[in-house]
């Protein structure tokens, strides 16, 4: 006799008790609360659907981005491929940094502008030959190495750059410039682990003070961007794009996630930024910077980017740029104003085509003014 039958009816009717139970629990604790519980249950569900949607609808493609443990993440080293929403396309060289799409990823020049900095020095919007980091470099006839990444603080470049030294990538480069895209929304952003996003929040390296010293410092392990990536590598499960259902496991796994969200959310509610100075700031963000870059004799050209109207150029880094040798600043809003860029180029908005083509201009001028032998760094190919 196949006994197979009732060992599954059995099984079915103890499912059936526990789910009955269960909605009679949950109807139970209704009647006594007054309908808040439903009211809980719905709002989780709803922040659960939220993620996914989040995490399906992101213009990236998958694995554009990798998690890096003191850095937070970085751009995928030998990525090729387009936006999910095809803005532009997105490739990277083997030794991690943007480059065109026509580009080869492997070979490369030494000698050339190394570009630091987030979105703005990445060129979020734009073709990677439209970035003023490859038009400076292409008027200089130098190669271009551009290592911005969307949401950097200083923090992450500070990590970055000692990340490449470390790697001996500064090494096989020996980069005659080095490029830092500034803007008045780092100093906030710097000193602040958590993501300039109010979604699926978590947190990375920031700036901050301890025994009256500043210092690159860590989150708080429960909710660092290594639980996030972990989170996309599992849930889209090398399916290559981002088109998935919302699944019972793919929900269980946001379920997994959300304490470390709430937390984070939370902690970034209640966090204190440190009390430090703009001039504190860049003192230490370029102090950094010569100390990686010293013994390459890369000249360091601070571009300062504007994200509003006639937004003064910050005081402590006109101050701060007075204490080092071989740093210039380049203000990118004289450079707007002076080729005429129109307010809707750059006003609240990821700098345009224009923008990026001006800010060129005026990096290369003042490059060529104080740098005339800069080229002759440039060492043979490899």
Aim: charged share 25%; hydrophobic share 35%; with cysteine.
């Amino acid at each position: 006799m196949n006994r197979t039958f009732p060992r599954r009816s059995k099984i079915i009717v103890n499912g059936l008790l526990v789910i009955c139970s269960s909605v009679i629990t949950i109807l139970l604790i209704e009647l006594l609360s007054g309908g808040v519980m439903t009211h809980k249950i719905k709002q989780f569900h709803n922040r659960i659907v939220t993620y996914h949607r989040l995490l399906t609808s992101s213009r990236w493609p998958i694995g554009a981005y990798r998690y890096h443990e003191t850095i937070g993440f970085q751009l995928t080293p030998s990525f090729s491929g387009p936006l999910e929403n095809n803005a532009f396309y997105l490739k990277t060289h083997h030794l991690g940094y943007r480059t065109p799409k026509f580009a080869g990823q492997e070979s490369f020049e030494p000698g050339g502008i190394l570009s630091v900095g987030c979105s703005f020095t990445f060129g979020d919007g734009v073709e990677c030959e439209e970035t003023f980091s490859y038009l400076a470099a292409k008027r200089l006839n130098l190669p271009s190495y551009n290592y911005g990444v969307c949401s950097y603080s200083y923090a992450g470049i500070i990590l970055q750059l000692e990340d490449l030294q470390k790697r001996g990538i500064l090494e096989k480069l020996k980069p005659s410039l080095v490029i830092l895209g500034a803007g008045n929304w780092l100093l906030g952003r710097s000193l602040n682990p958590f993501y300039p996003t109010p979604d699926l929040q978590f947190a990375y390296a920031y700036i901050g003070k301890k025994d009256n010293r500043l210092q690159v410092m860590q989150p708080d392990d429960f909710y660092s961007t290594k639980h996030l990536y972990r989170l996309v590598d599992r849930y889209f499960n090398g399916s290559g794009s981002r088109k998935v259902k919302l699944t019972l496991g793919r929900y269980l796994r946001l379920i997994s996630i959300s304490p470390r969200v709430s937390k984070a959310n939370l902690d970034q509610r209640n966090f204190k930024k440190p009390r430090i100075s703009s001039r504190e700031l860049y003192d230490f963000v370029i102090g950094k910077m010569t100390g990686i870059l010293r013994k390459y004799g890369a000249t360091i050209v601070i571009l300062r980017m504007p994200y509003l109207d006639e937004e003064e150029i910050d005081a402590g880094l006109v101050e701060s740029i007075k204490g080092f040798e071989n740093v210039l600043l380049v203000d990118g809003l004289k450079a707007l104003k002076k080729y005429n860029v129109s307010r809707e180029c750059y006003y609240k908005r990821h700098p345009s085509v224009e923008a990026h083509a001006a800010y060129a201009r005026a990096l290369m001028e003042a490059i060529t003014g104080a740098c005339e032998t800069v080229k002759t760094k440039r060492g043979g190919a490899k």
